[in-house]
């Protein structure tokens, strides 16, 4: 999923927790967390080329996550430990997450915002028709110790080749 389907659909679900009795604050934090925990995509393109555009990596994201062809069913466990191209998303990061905000309560809507999102990413794998393994490269990149593309440009040429 994208960024912008993340905010939407977590605004969607923010606005009953304002109806249970969350503060505006609570409510704020929970919709940001939904969607900025994708910043873990970013900070991993930034590791592995050292380029620090956001436009080259969300290029990058982009090319590497497959549009749908139709809906299947592709259920899979999440990953329990981080790695790869989102270490945010890890379930065992969540829990920890989870269990820390039993401790400190300002960090509940952080942490639940954190699960919706992963429950997000989660229905798109599950349900979305593709045809290579989510978090995997296309086929046609799957040479992962390889240079990965540094520009929009390159990201759409590889795209293209395959």
């Given amino acids: 999923m994208y960024p912008t389907q993340h905010a939407a659909l977590t605004a969607g679900?923010?606005?009953?927790?304002?109806?249970r009795g969350w503060s505006w604050r609570d409510v704020a934090l929970f919709w940001a967390t939904g969607w900025l925990i994708d910043v873990d995509h970013y900070l991993s393109y930034?590791?592995?080329t050292g380029d620090?555009?956001?436009?080259?990596?969300?290029?990058?994201?982009?090319?590497?996550?497959?549009?749908?062809?139709?809906?299947?069913?592709?259920?899979?466990?999440?990953?329990?430990?981080?790695g790869g191209h989102r270490p945010f998303h890890a379930l065992s990061v969540l829990l920890a997450l989870l269990l820390l905000s039993r401790l400190i309560p300002a960090l509940r809507p952080i942490a639940w915002g954190a699960v919706v999102h992963r429950a997000e990413d989660l229905?798109?794998?599950?349900?979305?028709?593709?045809?290579?393994?989510?978090?995997?490269?296309?086929?046609e990149q799957s040479d992962q110790t390889g240079?990965?593309?540094?520009?929009?440009?390159d990201a759409l040429q590889s795209t293209a080749a395959g």
């Fill in 123 to 139: 229905a798109w794998e599950w349900f979305a028709g593709k045809d290579w393994p989510v978090g995997a490269l296309r086929p």
């Fill in 147 to 153: 240079p990965l593309p540094h520009t929009a440009q």
């Fill in 13 to 19: 679900a923010a606005l009953p927790l304002r109806l």
């Fill in 52 to 82: 620090f555009s956001p436009v080259n990596a969300y290029s990058f994201h982009k090319a590497r996550t497959p549009r749908t062809r139709g809906w299947q069913f592709h259920p899979r466990p999440p990953n329990f430990w981080p």
């Fill in 46 to 48: 930034v590791w592995r």
